[in-house]
Structures are given as structure tokens and as C-alpha cells.
């Protein structure tokens, strides 16, 4: 089992309207790999960064303070951060139930005065993108991942996520099976779509112009005759009610303080 994943140079700058399964694909048939002329095979998954999908969408808005710009994206806030040196961090849900900072909102790599929005519906932008391909390349099995960058709870550091995929399995559901020892497994589903994404990151880069990238190896998750209802990366987004980080400490605190003061016995 092997694992190929290369990430074509020569992208050019995308601008609202243009056609971005064109751009892919002319990048991606272009391409040459050492086991490859160019082109997309069978149970490949492309990959793409939102910042292009954003920009070729429209998605770019006038935005002198994006404080603002992050406000109008926020639907819940999840943790606040006051930061010496400018404003406070936010942690937030945004639009797409995605917990992350700043709701998305990208200010870099886009005209001064200007930000970028997450795609409106990322899983809409992968199916669309997986179909264009699909017919250009004349492919059945050929999955598609939008990718952006996100924190985690645990952890120090940033790594690329899907917020949008499709085409291709987006967990891999072990429950039920047994490992190597014998024992049952009983709650292992992995994110496959996450992993595709963080490990495409690596030869992407954040600065390189290199917004897509191929994956190859990987088209046991890639099946014929996926079709929407299978689910795209929206699936992986955890329902706020069963979010374990629900607040952040300086939220809790703040109400854990007015619940205290509320339940207190009044006094004259």
C-alpha cells in the first residue's frame, strides 16, 4: 500500500467568476509526477484550499474593520482571548456550525480593505468541482476535498481540516470490527476526509501559490456511484448541545458568576 501526493506549481490568481473547475483542471492535466504524465485516475481525491473557492465565488467583501467582518460570521461565542497587542481572539461557531477562530473570516492573500468569507456552502462547492472534473477527465470514482486551516482543543498549532468534500468516504467507521489482538472495537471512526486534507497541507504549503493538490493511494475510500446523500464534510461537525468545550474558561467563569449572584439570598 503507497500514498502519492503531489501539489502542481503555475496556479494563477483567481478573481470572483472565474471558472475554477477550468483552473484545476488545466493545473492538474499539466501536472507531472514521476509515476504520471499529468491527469486524474481513478480514485484520485483533489484537493483545494477555500481561499480560492472563496475568491472565485465572490466571496471577498469590503471590510475596513474585519472585527466586524468576524462579528457579522459569528453565531455563537465560544471562547474569548484579550491579547496586549491587538484585538482579542475569538473563538467562534460561524455560519457553517464550524468552530474555529476568527468564524473563518481570512485577511490574508486578498486586497487591502478587503476580506475573504468561507464558501457558503463548501459541500456544494466540492460536488460542483467533483463533476466538472468528472466529465473533463472522463472519470466515475474521483472524490474532492475543500479544505481550511483550524486550531484544536488539545493541541498547540494549526492543521488543514475539510470543511467541505465530496466523492470520497468522509469517516472510515471501525466500529464493529476487531483489531489485530482480537479485541472488539467499539469507538474508532476516523475522519479520512481530515486526514486527506492535513496531509495534502504538506505539500501545498501556506505561501507557495500552490492552492491544489492530488492525492493518490487512497481510492479505497473513493467509491463508485457516491452520490450526495452519502454525506459530505458537513457530517463531521459536532451539534453545539454535545460540544465538551462549550465555553471557553473566561465565558464559564462569567456565568457561573451571575448564576452564583442570581441564586443568592437577597440581603437588605
Do not use: C
Not at 500514498?3 to 467568476?17: H, T
Not at 504549503?205 to 463508485?224: H, N, S
Amino acid at each position: 500500500m503507497s500514498l502519492a501526493i503531489w501539489a502542481p506549481d503555475g496556479f494563477p490568481e483567481v478573481r470572483p467568476g472565474d471558472d475554477l473547475a477550468r483552473l484545476v483542471g488545466d493545473v492538474v492535466a499539466g501536472a507531472s509526477t514521476g509515476s504520471s504524465a499529468g491527469g486524474l485516475e481513478e480514485g484520485d481525491v483533489v484537493v483545494v484550499t477555500s481561499k480560492v473557492v472563496s475568491k472565485a465565488e465572490g466571496r471577498v467583501v469590503a471590510a475596513a474593520d474585519r472585527e466586524q467582518a468576524i462579528t457579522d460570521e459569528t453565531v455563537r461565542v465560544v471562547a474569548t482571548r484579550v491579547r496586549p497587542d491587538g484585538p482579542p481572539l475569538r473563538i467562534v461557531e460561524n455560519r457553517l456550525g464550524l468552530v474555529m477562530a476568527a468564524a473563518g473570516v481570512d485577511a490574508s492573500n486578498t486586497p487591502e480593505g478587503t476580506v475573504l468569507l468561507l464558501p457558503e456552502d463548501p459541500d456544494a462547492s466540492a460536488r460542483n468541482l467533483r463533476d466538472a472534473l468528472r466529465a473533463r477527465f472522463g472519470l466515475d470514482r474521483l472524490g474532492v476535498v475543500v479544505t481550511d486551516t483550524a486550531g484544536r482543543a488539545w493541541r498547540d498549532a494549526l492543521v488543514d481540516i475539510a470543511i467541505g468534500a465530496a466523492g470520497v468516504d468522509v469517516v472510515d467507521d471501525l466500529r464493529g470490527g476487531i483489531d489485530a489482538h482480537g479485541r472488539p472495537l467499539s469507538v474508532t471512526v476516523t475522519a479520512v476526509v481530515d486526514e486527506i486534507a492535513s496531509a495534502s497541507e504538506l505539500v501545498r504549503g501556506k505561501a507557495d501559490g500552490r492552492p491544489v493538490a492530488v492525492v493518490r493511494g487512497v481510492g479505497r475510500y473513493v467509491p463508485a456511484g457516491w452520490a450526495p446523500a452519502d454525506g459530505g464534510a458537513r457530517t463531521l461537525v459536532r451539534p453545539s448541545e454535545t460540544d465538551m468545550f462549550r465555553q471557553g474558561t473566561a465565558e464559564a467563569y462569567a456565568r457561573g458568576y451571575d448564576d452564583g449572584v442570581a441564586g443568592a439570598p437577597h440581603r437588605p
